[in-house]
């Protein structure tokens, strides 16, 4: 099973992060939701005005859809906070790493069916 993601780095004034956060949680993350192969949306706070937002697809088309047609109202609801417009990058998703009970276990997505 191969995963394709979209992550999107966005550079914002560090006091503005939490603002961004914010917006990125209740506006953006729910979007991709309804679409067929959505797995999940993660988001990570650097602490220096640097945010990463991870959304993950079973298959490349719908990843790659989902960044096409969302991509302008995503800047739309985002622009007033970043520095600079968001830098996005498509692309499979190679491997994994889960909490699977007590212990943590890597997985290479080849061996996921």
């Not at 797995?39 to 650097?46: A, E, H, P, Q, W």
């Given at each position: 099973?191969?995963?394709?993601?979209?992550l999107?780095?966005?550079?914002?004034?560090?006091?503005?992060?939490?603002?961004?956060?914010?917006?990125?949680?209740?506006?953006?993350?729910?979007?991709?939701?309804?679409?067929?192969?959505?797995?999940?949306?993660?988001?990570t706070?650097?602490?220096?005005?640097?945010?990463?937002?991870?959304?993950?697809?079973?298959?490349?088309?719908?990843?790659?859809?989902?960044?096409?047609?969302?991509?302008?109202?995503?800047?739309?609801?985002?622009?007033?906070?970043?520095?600079?417009?968001?830098?996005?990058?498509?692309?499979?998703?190679?491997?994994r790493?889960?909490n699977?009970?007590?212990?943590?276990?890597?997985?290479?997505?080849?061996?996921?069916?």
């Amino acid at each position: 099973m191969a995963m394709y993601g979209v992550l999107r780095l966005c550079e914002v004034d560090p006091w503005s992060a939490d603002a961004l956060m914010w917006r990125i949680n209740h506006d953006c993350v729910p979007l991709p939701g309804d679409v067929p192969g959505f797995v999940s949306s993660r988001i990570t706070d650097s602490g220096t005005g640097k945010i990463l937002w991870l959304t993950t697809f079973e298959d490349e088309a719908p990843a790659r859809t989902w960044d096409e047609e969302n991509d302008p109202r995503i800047n739309a609801l985002l622009g007033w906070y970043l520095t600079k417009p968001p830098q996005v990058l498509v692309g499979r998703v190679h491997s994994r790493s889960a909490n699977l009970g007590l212990k943590a276990r890597h997985v290479a997505l080849a061996e996921v069916s």
